[in-house]
C-alpha cells in the first residue's frame, strides 16, 4: 500500500489539489484534516462531481465539497467489524482515528478481505416449504422472502462474506430454480456458490450427502431462514478451541408459568413457587461440524441436525453448544417475518 499520509490535505486546499491527491494516491480518496491531523471530512471521486455539478469551481476551496461527517472507526474496531461496516455501507475506505479523533491509518477493503479469507465451506440449507407463511410462500421460496429490502438468504450469505467465508453450497428443493436464478454462481458478490438439488425433501442434514466431496475443514450449516448477528469466526474458533466434532448455536429461552407451581410427594405438599420462570437452551439452527461427521449421515434420506448430533453423542464423540447472546430470529411466522422488517433497520443500521 502507498503511504496513506500522502492524501491528508488541509481544508484550504482547492478541488483541484484534492482531484490531484486522489489521483496521485490511487486510494480513491482524501482525508481533510486539521494542523493537529484530526479528522474535518473525506473527499471522494463522487464528492468531486456533485460539486461540480452544483457549479462550484475547482479553485474554490476542498472544505466546500468534503463530507464532514465520514464513516469512522476506533483502533478498538476489529478486522470483521471494518469489513461489516465497508459491506453495509458500501464504501471500501474507512479512516481509523484516535480518541482525540487524530488519522491513524485508513482502511482499505482490499486490504482487509486478504487478510481473513477463509477457506471453510458454508452449506445453507434452502430447501424448505415454508408452509407457515403461507400465501407469501405460494409464489417465492422462503429464502427469496425480502427482510430489509433484501432476500433472507442474501442477508445470511453477506454476514458470511463479512466474515471471510467465500465457498459457499446452497441446498435447495422447493421452486429451487428461483433461487438459482437470483444467486447463479455467486460472482456478484465476489464468492462461489454450488447447489445441492434435493429431489426430495431431505431435512436439515440429509443434504450434506449430496456433497461432491468431505471437505478438508470444518465446515458450517445454517438454515436459510434466520436473522442474526452472530460472529461466524468467533463461533469457528469456540469450534478449533475445544476440539469439537460437532458444535451446535444454542441460546437461552425463558417462559413464565402463569400460575403458582405446587410441588407435591404423593398427597403432600411440600412447596409452591408462584409464576416460575423456566431457562433453557434452544437450537438456533447455526452449526460447525467436522468432515468426519458426513460418514454418519445416511444417503438420500430425509435426516435432521438434532439427529446426526443424538448419534454423535451416543457415539461418544465431542459435541459442543455454542451459546449466542447476539441478535437471532427464527422467521418462521408471519409475526416473526414482520417483527424481522420492524427490528432490521434498527439492528443492522
Known amino acids: 500500500m502507498k503511504d496513506w499520509k500522502i492524501i491528508l490535505i488541509s481544508p484550504q486546499h482547492s478541488i483541484r489539489e484534492a482531484i490531484q491527491t486522489i489521483d496521485a494516491s490511487a486510494l480513491q480518496i482524501a482525508l481533510v484534516v486539521n494542523e493537529h491531523q484530526q479528522l474535518l471530512g473525506t473527499v471522494t471521486d463522487g464528492d468531486i462531481r456533485r460539486a461540480i455539478l452544483r457549479g462550484l469551481s475547482l479553485d474554490q476551496p476542498v472544505y466546500l465539497t468534503m463530507n464532514p461527517q465520514p464513516v469512522t472507526v476506533d483502533t478498538n474496531t476489529t478486522n470483521d467489524e471494518i469489513i461489516a461496516i465497508m459491506r453495509r455501507k458500501s464504501i471500501r475506505q474507512i479512516p481509523v482515528l484516535d480518541l482525540d479523533r487524530q488519522v491513524i491509518k485508513l482502511a482499505l477493503l482490499e486490504q ?178 467436522d468432515p468426519s461427521c458426513l460418514e454418519s449421515i445416511p444417503k438420500a434420506q430425509h435426516y435432521d441436525m438434532p439427529s446426526l448430533f443424538e448419534t454423535l453423542i451416543q457415539k461418544q464423540e465431542k459435541t459442543s453448544a455454542f451459546p449466542i447472546w447476539e441478535y437471532w430470529l427464527d422467521i418462521g411466522r408471519m409475526s416473526d417475518f414482520e417483527k424481522a422488517n420492524e427490528e432490521f433497520r434498527e439492528v443492522f443500521a
Request: glycine share 8%.
Open 112 to 289: 482487509l478481505l486478504e487478510i481473513t479469507k477463509r477457506d471453510n465451506w458454508v452449506v445453507l440449507i434452502a430447501g424448505g416449504l415454508g408452509t407457515r407463511l403461507a400465501p407469501l410462500t405460494q409464489d417465492c421460496p422462503k429464502p427469496l422472502l425480502r427482510v430489509g429490502g433484501k432476500p433472507i438468504l442474501e442477508n445470511i450469505l453477506e454476514s458470511f462474506i463479512d466474515c471471510g467465508f467465500h465457498q459457499f453450497f446452497i441446498s435447495v428443493n422447493y421452486k429451487s430454480d428461483m433461487i438459482e436464478n437470483y444467486f447463479s454462481n455467486g460472482s456478484r458478490w465476489g464468492v462461489k456458490i454450488e447447489y445441492l438439488r434435493e429431489t426430495q425433501r431431505l431435512g436439515t442434514a440429509g443434504g450434506l450427502s449430496l456433497l461432491p466431496q468431505h471437505p478438508e475443514l470444518p465446515f458450517f450449516v445454517m438454515n436459510a431462514d434466520l436473522l442474526t448477528k452472530v460472529n461466524f469466526y468467533t463461533m469457528l474458533n469456540y469450534h478449533q478451541e475445544h476440539k469439537s466434532m460437532a458444535t451446535m448455536a444454542v441460546r437461552e429461552y425463558d417462559f413464565q408459568i402463569p400460575f403458582g407451581v405446587v410441588d407435591t410427594e404423593q398427597q403432600r405438599i411440600i412447596g409452591i413457587r408462584e409464576k416460575p420462570i423456566y431457562k433453557f437452551h434452544v437450537n438456533t439452527g447455526i452449526y460447525i461440524l
